[in-house]
């Protein structure tokens, strides 16, 4: 078949809504692209989305997920075979996600191969996502710090609404599914302040070990004592961290195990009309693919 036949003269070719019974199939485009997700870390993902498959032939040649928060939704796992690529199909999936999404702002992390399609989309760069990955090393000076603690059980469920709103002022976006999903998966931490919660963490396993993230605070020190605890906690072991690059986190990081392993453009296609005033900030994503 010639590399430019689109997507029309692909008679096999169909797009589906993608359901869990697709996530082999989306596990082995996902190793081709050499991304490091889990079989567990797709099925978190599709929990909290929507998305198209691409078959040909009933095999899962390209995928497309939208996870919706509120008037806000991120597009992700953008993938397609690599025998197919440039005959349509990533957009066509885009598409068709995007014409039911009915939101005001869609988001995405975009490599610079997919930056080309993106902006054709109407997406603009907003910043850089900066990825940290490596074994965590903490310094003696890391301890974490005593306005920080894990929570867990009744402690937990009772902060979730204050955590989920400090999330949706730091994201400008309503991520009280995804925050009660990460509890759910991982641990959490929570930063306080005249003993109330200021900011918090989310740890859980993904990939090749752990991720942090997301991360909200209101100041730098707040990220990092945050951080000092993710890194206590995951000594010895690999840790990654996606950063915005305008948190300037990258050389603390860096100092403490977590080499520079590439990253991503944050992208945007619309805005909310009047974005909500922030007194406090994302210095950690949940996952590229989450925001």
Avoid at 29 to 35: C, D, M, P, Q, S
Avoid at 110 to 127: D, I, N, Q, S
Avoid at 159 to 185: F, H, M, N, T, W
């Amino acid at each position: 078949m010639d590399p430019e036949t689109p997507i029309e003269s692909m008679n096999t070719l169909t797009l589906a809504d993608f359901r869990p019974e697709h996530l082999p199939g989306a596990l082995r485009l996902v190793a081709e692209a050499r991304w490091p997700h889990r079989a567990e870390d797709l099925a978190f993902f599709l929990r909290l989305s929507r998305g198209i498959v691409a078959l040909d032939g009933g095999q899962v040649v390209g995928t497309t997920l939208l996870t919706r928060f509120g008037p806000v939704a991120v597009m992700s796992m953008i993938v397609v075979d690599a025998r197919l690529r440039g005959r349509g199909i990533g957009r066509r999936m885009m598409e068709q996600v995007m014409a039911g999404a009915a939101v005001a702002e869609l988001r995405l992390v975009a490599t610079e191969e997919g930056r080309p399609l993106y902006e054709k989309l109407g997406f603009a760069v907003t910043g850089e996502i900066v990825q940290h990955q490596g074994i965590a090393a903490p310094q003696a000076a890391d301890l974490p710090s005593g306005d920080v603690s894990w929570v867990d059980g009744a402690e937990r469920e009772a902060l979730l609404p204050a955590i989920a709103a400090l999330d949706a002022e730091a994201a400008q976006a309503d991520r009280a599914s995804l925050v009660s999903a990460l509890a759910g998966a991982g641990r959490i931490a929570v930063l306080r302040r005249r003993g109330a919660p200021a900011g918090y963490l989310a740890l859980r396993a993904f990939g090749r070990g752990d991720v942090a993230g997301p991360v909200v605070a209101p100041d730098r020190p707040g990220a990092e004592a945050l951080l000092s605890a993710a890194l206590a906690a995951c000594e010895g072991r690999f840790l990654r961290i996606d950063t915005p690059a305008e948190t300037g986190l990258g050389d603390w990081l860096a100092a403490r195990g977590l080499a520079h392993a590439g990253g991503g453009l944050a992208m945007r296609r619309g805005a909310p009309a009047l974005p909500a005033p922030q007194t406090h900030h994302l210095f950690a994503l949940a996952a590229q693919a989450l925001g």
